[in-house]
């Protein structure tokens, strides 16, 4: 098989096979790019395709440099495993395994961590119907890589044509407006070129040349709202306390830090309240924005 490597990281002292897989045992700490020490189980690859989505997260986004800023890495606040299972999101099988390594977070480049982020593969023809979703590492970029922050997405689906959907926990969601075809060769999905076409209405915000991501949605709902109930600037308020407007919560990672900086901030310069009043249109305060996504 000499196509495969399975990447071992140190020796293998002994190879066999049984009820179909390939097992190895011996002195490694990694394989293929997870850690796993001593003993790794191989079995037969399912059909598969890899997909690279690039995306913006207005919260973050530095439109000067055309990139984000990785405060959240940088604070050491980006947890080592994905995050949306706890916010009540249902991944498909397999779909929230992984640990970003720990010298992957030392990366302080333009392909530094930002976040996590999930990836949907909807039907062709019924888009309501998620075939398979998966945790992806946000790269400073825009890219969404697999966690080891260099390898596109493999997801375990027939190649096909299929809606690509990306989503953020504070952050509306977009999907493509038609599907695209997906095979073992990795496609890279542009969210944020400027002729990127999203599915519904205005699912997208763009900035300068860029397509982004609507920031506020801090309670992961699928709505930015500012005022009435379930609303997403009383999130912020919440985590602050709820009496004093003008406190600020620092080394944070929640979602209510529309701008990623690891700070909660209600009031004064850089805070997340007038984020999601900017979202909504800046001033009908009981006007909302809805997630594009069926």
């Not at 000067?64 to 990785?70: I, L």
């Not at 606040?77 to 395994?97: K, N, Q, R």
């Not at 990623?260 to 909302?288: C, E, F, H, W």
Request: aromatic share 8%.
């Amino acid at each position: 098989a000499t196509t495969w490597n399975p990447g071992v990281y140190y020796g293998v002292s002994v190879l066999t096979a049984s009820g179909g897989r390939v097992l190895a045992g011996g002195v490694f700490s990694t394989a293929m790019q997870f850690e796993t020490r001593n003993f790794v189980s191989f079995t037969p690859a399912p059909p598969l395709v890899r997909v690279q989505p690039k995306v913006f997260l207005q919260g973050c986004y530095v439109s000067a440099q055309q990139n984000m800023q990785d405060s959240l890495r940088r604070a050491s606040l980006v947890p080592p495993t994905e995050p949306y299972t706890a916010l009540g999101y249902s991944f498909t099988a397999g779909g929230a395994y992984g640990t970003i390594p720990a010298p992957v977070m030392e990366n302080a480049t333009n392909a530094a961590v930002v976040d996590w982020v999930v990836v949907e593969l909807r039907d062709a023809v019924d888009p309501t119907v998620i075939m398979a979703s998966k945790r992806g590492v946000l790269l400073r970029n825009g890219s969404v890589m697999d966690v080891n922050r260099v390898s596109p997405l493999w997801m375990p689906v027939q190649p096909g044509n299929y809606h690509v959907a990306i989503r953020h926990r504070n952050h509306l969601g977009a999907m493509t407006a038609a599907p695209v075809a997906l095979s073992s060769t990795s496609s890279v999905i542009d969210f944020t070129a400027s002729g990127f076409a999203a599915y519904g209405n205005t699912a997208l915000n763009s900035i300068g040349t860029r397509k982004v991501l609507w920031p506020g949605d801090a309670n992961f709902n699928g709505t930015v709202k500012y005022a009435g109930s379930a609303n997403d600037r009383d999130v912020v308020l919440q985590v602050i306390g709820g009496g004093t407007p003008t406190n600020v919560v620092t080394n944070v990672y929640h979602g209510a830090d529309i701008n990623l900086d690891g700070s909660v901030k209600y009031a004064g310069s850089a805070n997340d309240r007038d984020i999601i009043l900017q979202t909504i249109g800046g001033s009908v305060p009981t006007a909302t924005k809805t997630q594009q996504l069926p």
